[in-house]
């Protein structure tokens, strides 16, 4: 089974503009995870989906948005980009959601976001 | 809210030590659940382990052995005879079973950055 697959590996964005990140889960898996990872915050959750729903976020503005589609890949955007949004974002699949008993939760290699 | 505390930042051993990573997690949950990740240079965080509160033994793998101690809240890990190909991030997570806004959602240490030298 091919794992967890991000695009692109790495951008380049400028304040103000907006950008798209995509991830495509493990096939099978219906759960997918967002996080963002800066030197400074460390690993935070952004949102959950699971079945095209979102079943949580985390505490970011409202410039951090997702979806998920009906064959489970999902993409983030973020909007009016913001120099402390540079960050390695990982998704993450599971077939049910980290929180179901015995649950294994595999993340992507990350998309690398530096904003100018 | 939940909390978990990985206090030793960097760690540096030499090649065949034994290195144990602590862990230690706050949680106001019952059920709850913990994960053991390693981030290598590429930057992907590989799954090593997932122990769940009802669980009640320990694990070994290998070279790799985890105590989960519910009575001092931590979920300590350690690595035996290192390797240099152990050298990465390794980070603890913790996430709950309470349902609702805990749903997907996993709470990370800062991380250890453990470096093994030949």
């Known amino acids: 089974k091919a794992g967890v697959t991000q695009t692109p590996r790495y951008l380049i964005k400028t304040r103000g503009q907006q950008v798209t990140l995509s991830c495509s889960p493990i096939?099978?898996?219906?759960?997918v995870s967002w996080y963002q990872q800066t030197p400074g915050q460390g690993l935070q959750f952004l949102f959950e989906y699971f079945s095209e729903t979102q079943r949580n976020k985390g505490n970011f503005p409202g410039r951090f948005s997702g979806r998920q589609f009906s064959n489970s890949r999902s993409e983030m955007n973020v909007s009016t980009l913001e120099l402390g949004d540079s960050a390695l974002y990982l998704c993450?699949?599971?077939?049910?959601?980290?929180?179901?008993?015995?649950?294994?939760?595999?993340f992507g290699s990350g998309t690398q976001l530096s904003v100018l | 809210a939940q909390k978990v505390t990985q206090a030793q930042t960097e760690i540096s051993v030499v090649e065949k030590e034994d290195v144990t990573l602590d862990c230690v997690y706050e949680?106001?949950?019952?059920?709850?659940?913990l994960f053991w990740y390693k981030q290598p240079p590429s930057g992907e965080l590989v799954f090593l382990i997932r122990?769940?509160?009802?669980?009640?033994q320990n694990e070994i793998s290998g070279r790799y052995s985890w105590n989960f101690q519910k009575s001092t809240s931590s979920f300590n890990f350690t690595i035996t005879a290192s390797q240099v190909v152990d050298s990465a991030v390794y980070f603890c997570a913790l996430g709950s079973n309470a349902g609702g806004t805990s749903y997907g959602k996993l709470t990370f240490g800062q991380g250890n950055i453990l470096t093994v030298h030949p």
């Open positions: 122990r769940n509160s009802f669980d009640e």
């Open positions: 993450a699949s599971s077939e049910r959601g980290p929180h179901a008993t015995n649950e294994k939760l595999f």
């Open positions: 949680t106001r949950d019952t059920t709850y659940y």
């Open positions: 096939s099978g898996h219906r759960s």
